[in-house]
């Protein structure tokens, strides 16, 4: 999943020169949190909220109401902007923008082609949308949490489970965060099961691997397994911290 897929497109901006009280409402008419500041063509700067409430920190306590909109109003985008923006390249994926933004403890960045032109903007708001369609769950259907052995198959026969009980599979995701030393976490989303029959896909699921949960997200049932004889896997590993 690339950035380019994703991003918000054509990037809202501003320029160098516009008043703060400008940049404010563009912020508040589109509902956004940074704006790429712009001389002519060149990305020059990001103004956000943050910088906007850093100068109104600055500048409220000594004046009166009136004097702050006429400081604000003479205030421009280039004296409160954060220069030297952080960006993304159009082909970044989504994991890997995530992890920009998490490092840097920003809301967004703008996104820049093969000639440092600004295409686009990407955002955390736009990111949980990619998160949405990578797990599938707008088509709820039911998940089902394993802890599987890292091993070639392991995915496959629970999934081979699923599927003879008609399960149509939206997502599968893998993650060794977390995970015991030799397995990994597995998500698997399916929807199509007869609901008569998921007592014993449950059954026929626990014979296969261990299960962590099943959250049917149709029905909002959800069940957490935490007995030993659930998740012998993770009982073992919290006794090796204990």
Request: overall charge negative; hydrophobic content about 45%; charged content about 30%.
């Amino acid at each position: 999943m690339l950035v380019m897929d994703w991003m918000s497109k054509p990037a809202i901006t501003v320029d160098q020169n516009d008043s703060l009280i400008n940049a404010m409402d563009v912020l508040k008419q589109n509902d956004i949190m940074m704006l790429p500041v712009m001389k002519g063509n060149e990305l020059v700067g990001i103004v956000s909220d943050r910088d906007i409430k850093k100068s109104f920190a600055s500048s409220v306590s000594p004046l009166e109401v009136h004097e702050l909109f006429y400081l604000m109003a003479r205030v421009k985008v280039k004296d409160i902007m954060s220069r030297n923006p952080i960006v993304v390249p159009i082909d970044y994926t989504i994991e890997e923008t995530a992890e920009v933004l998490l490092i840097h403890k920003i809301s967004g960045v703008p996104v820049l082609d093969d000639k440092d032109g600004l295409v686009g903007v990407i955002t955390q708001r736009d990111i949980f949308k990619a998160l949405i369609s990578l797990t599938g769950i707008r088509k709820r259907g039911i998940q089902f949490a394993f802890v599987l052995e890292d091993r070639p198959g392991s995915i496959k026969e629970v999934a081979d489970v699923i599927r003879k009980y008609s399960g149509r599979m939206v997502s599968i995701l893998s993650s060794y965060e977390r995970a015991p030393e030799g397995y990994r976490l597995v998500y698997i989303r399916a929807y199509g099961i007869d609901r008569a029959n998921l007592g014993s896909l449950k059954i026929a699921l626990k014979e296969a691997a261990t299960v962590r949960y099943v959250v049917d997200h149709t029905e909002n049932n959800r069940e957490v397994y935490l007995e030993k004889e659930d998740v012998p896997v993770l009982e073992r590993e919290q006794d090796a911290y204990a």
